[in-house]
């Protein structure tokens, strides 16, 4: 389970920050007062326009990024008080294929294995399955920069569920994947779902959310303006197409986030 | 300590796989001494003979019968009909090597005893040109020596009042030593420290840019675990270019022909295990210092071409210090020996010469490894910051 309450992430503005955004302002808030659940077995959308905080919020959810007030629960464990133990359960996957080009699909994998300290035995076993899973024994052997896009990114699902995490972690793991690929990951998110995993992912792309979440949320500006389940978020826009409910959202809540900030 | 590994195992073979990170850290280093080597002494003998053989075309201007003969001889080409100032212009468009002017009054002040003055016009850089004119002009001028010595009875060593009789009480190995091993250090401590560039830009800033940071910090490892693999990458890289400088050299002088036996001695007592242990201990510190220092500076870019930019211009304050202690009369002192890489220059003649203080070089090794630890926390508080972790 993850659990966000009343989150913030507050950025001190720098004389050339202050500049570049045409503000007089110390701070600015890149996530203000955000709370959220989201509960194994299901999967929770977390939506919103580009820059509107759904990046900052998976960071903080995966430690990368510490909250400046709140408090965020992975599993049960503090990301202030225990990040090592949050990370150790979660898995993070993005759209950009992050890899080392001079290495193997293999070594990488490896190297991974061997920072989640996995057994040498259970590591080949999951190797062994993820890679059949996902056709990487063919190219395990190539190194990264000479892999296409779509082989790049099945290798970044190997590499963040190599240690069979119970929390996913899915920030745009689609964008900018051909068809096939963004199929891949969209049926591991149904898998991961199956195996009662707690999957949290944002996305631009309604046709997925649509098709994946059990429950969403919505941000804008930093602030979390609709969080409910698809199945009252359907019930309350049975007249519109989930694309159409979003921007009247959004839109609807725009002004009064801004005079907050 | 597994983590630790982990990520200087996979550091070390990402950084092994870089064709820039080799031929900086491997290739360059060792070739870089030999080549110098072998090709400045082949081009020196090279240009000395071809200037010791050319045929110099000189013009005589009064030549007085001492010296009707002197330049008989099938390297000196005599044109004649040349006055000064047509020999000055010939000289100036490359026409003529020299003109060699005796005045009017010559023969009259040598046959009384007196000097007589031997105008000489060439261009200086005309390279061995006046060595061998001079070197005829003094075959007559012992020639005249010797018959004022006859003509006036008295003995030769009456010309040379005082004669300087020269002790050198240091050893080959000390000479040798003060002479390579200031040029010694100046190549290895550029070489650690170039060593240190590419893989701490490849390891930092490589990571930022292409995002494989933002994976690596949601791994169960602390980022203090995770910087300590990175910097032992860089710094074992560097380390590898400082001794590869060292084998380089060493190599060089036992293949390379027209190296005199007694230095090749001299050069086998010199690496012996305790100069090997000795210099060691002071390079390990310096490359983790280097790593450190660049692995601060370069996580503060956001791209490879911006490290590139931060680092290029650290490399001349690296050799500074270096290259005083190349300068004569820059000696290891308890000053000198607390001011870094200066000091670790400075150290490694003193190794080489047999000369070094102990207590000053235990003061070198503990200066080199405080800045060490002290560039590696900095390198720390910096990987800590979010703003400089991601992009």
Known sequence: MIEVQNVSKQYILSKQQKKELETNKASVFAVNNVSLTCTPGKVFSLLGANGAGKTTVLRMISTILKPTQG?????????IDNPEKVRSKIGFLTGSTNLYDKLTPGEIVKYFADLYGLD??????????LFTKLNIHQFSKKRIAQLSTGMKQKV?????????PQIVIFDEPTSGLDVITAHSIIELIQQCKAEGKTIIFSSHIMSEVELLCDDLAIISKGNLIYNDSMHNFKQAYQHQSLTEAFIAIVKSNSPKLTAAH | MNTIFTVLAKELKVTLRDKRTLISAIILPSLVIPLLMFGVTKLQKSLIDKASDKQLKIAMVGTPPLFSTTFNDPKFKLVSNVDVEDGRRAIQADSLDAVVEFPADFSEKIKNMQSGTVNLYYKSTNMMLYNRISEKIDSVKVGILKERVKQLNISEEAFLPIAIAKVDIASPKEQIGKMVGGFLPYIFIIFCFMGCMYPAIELITGEKEKGTMETL?????????????????????????????????VVALKLLPDIPPAFLNILNDMVTPRFVIMLFAMLFPLSIFFAGFLSALVIRAKTFKEAQSLVTPMTFVIIIPALIATLPGVELGWQTSLIPVLNIALATKEIIAGTINMLQYAAVVISLVVLALLAAYVSYKQFSRES????
């Open chain 2, 388 to 391: 400089m972790v991601l992009q």
């Open chain 1, 156 to 164: 970044s699902i190997a590499r963040s569920m190599i240690h069979d």
């Open chain 2, 217 to 249: 910090l949601t791994v169960p490892a602390s980022r203090f675990k995770i910087l300590t693999g990175k910097i032992l990458a860089i710094s074992i890289v560097g380390l590898s270019a400082a001794l590869m400088t060292i084998i380089g050299m």
């Open chain 1, 71 to 79: 408090i965020i629960l992975v599993g049960g464990e503090s990301v």
């Open chain 1, 120 to 129: 040498k035995a259970i590591f080949e076993q999951r190797k062994d399955m």
